[in-house]
């Protein structure tokens, strides 16, 4: 079971399911382990293009509910970041409305 239902999270159980370690999966596909194992414990956003996210998941064998739920979390990562960026703004925003 995942314990938090992040990209990161859900890469790495798919990453697994498929019998790969880390460095298996990014020795075959060219890409940088350190990269993806920061993006694998959340500390690196997940892809923000589709294609880029299709690339990495090539591979794996999920359902089509699960491609959805994977690129929902992607996606929803991506607008935590913005929002999070926007609150200072949007605090300042509220506190100007209410004087």
């Known amino acids: 079971m995942i314990k938090d239902m992040t990209f990161g999270n859900l890469f790495r159980e798919m990453r697994i399911r498929n019998k790969e370690t880390l460095r298996q999966y990014c020795l075959k596909r060219g890409l940088d382990p350190g990269n993806i194992s920061k993006m694998e414990r959340n500390l690196m ?3 923000s293009s589709i294609r880029t996210l299709d690339n990495y ?9 699960d491609y959805e739920f994977l690129v929902a979390a992607a996606q929803n990562f991506h607008v935590a970041m913005v929002i999070k960026k926007l609150q200072p703004n949007i605090k300042r925003a509220i506190k100007d409305l209410r004087t």
Do not use: H
Not at 58 to 65: G, L, M, P, T, Y
């Open 45 to 47: 956003p997940p892809p």
């Open 57 to 65: 998941l090539a591979d794996f064998s999920f359902s089509a509910i």
